[in-house]
């Protein structure tokens, strides 16, 4: 069936609207990538079937995808998991006043999981770009790809959270009990804090409408467990 060139443009314009505005959508979940991957193989296709013509355009077409998949099939480095929770938590502290949205993963808005889970995307695609690493590009697409909540977290969703067994008062053990990137989950109300060290906390708050940072003391009486 043919296609004029006019539809083949409307199609490849709507495709370009649709990936930029779930790409640029602070929601993360499976419609939001859904919407991705129907925006970017409509412009696809569509560029496709106006070059088809041209020897060069259906060349450069066939190479895109390849382009595209190259960093994940990069053999695998070893990561130094010290520098990665160094980088991790300067991370963390980047979001620190970015406003709080309700499923959102994005510089544009963020909430409590998708706080430590952007945030250790965005150190794991710096790992495979410093070095060149298909295993940090291969974990950064499973972090994107599966969604996690607070309660997942706490509950060790596919392995990729560990239970470090310590509760109590927040003020007591983040001397010495935790490290900095460790993560806190309030099981009873499905909320996740992650602790920078010093004493201090970062979470994407709903009640104040946005992440902050905070050092905590006895008179928080907030407790772990």
């Keep these: 069936m043919r296609i004029s060139n006019r539809k083949l443009r409307l199609a490849w314009l709507a495709g370009i609207v649709l990936a930029v505005g779930c790409g640029l959508s602070p ?25 088809i013509k041209h020897r060069l355009g259906r060349q450069i077409q ?40 309700w499923g959102g993963e994005s510089p544009l808005g963020i909430d409590c999981s998708g706080l430590p889970r952007r945030a250790l995307r965005d150190v794991l695609w710096a790992e495979g770009v410093r070095h060149v690493n298909g295993a940090a590009f291969r974990m950064w697409l499973m972090q994107w790809w599966f969604d996690e909540g607070a309660l997942a977290m706490g509950q060790g969703y596919r392995g990729e959270t560990r239970n470090i067994g310590v509760s109590g008062p927040l003020w007591e053990m983040s001397s010495g009990a935790l490290l900095p990137g460790d ?10 804090i992650v602790y920078l060290g010093g004493g201090e906390w ?23 467990g």
């Excluded at 993560?183 to 996740?192: C, F, I, N, Q, R």
């Design 183 to 192: 993560l806190a989950v309030k099981a009873d109300v499905g909320h996740v």
């Design 62 to 101: 066939l190479g895109l995808p390849l382009l595209a998949v190259l960093p994940f099939m990069l053999p695998s480095k070893r990561i130094d998991p010290d520098a990665l929770r160094v980088d991790y938590v300067t991370r963390l502290a980047d979001y620190d006043g970015t406003r709080y949205v």
């Design 27 to 51: 929601i993360h979940g499976r419609i939001w990538q859904a919407g991705c991957f129907i925006g970017l193989a409509t412009v696809w296709l569509a560029t496709w079937r106006l070059l």
């Design 202 to 224: 970062i979470e994407a708050d709903p009640t104040l409408g946005r992440v902050h940072r905070w050092v905590s003391k006895p008179s928080d009486g907030l407790c772990l």
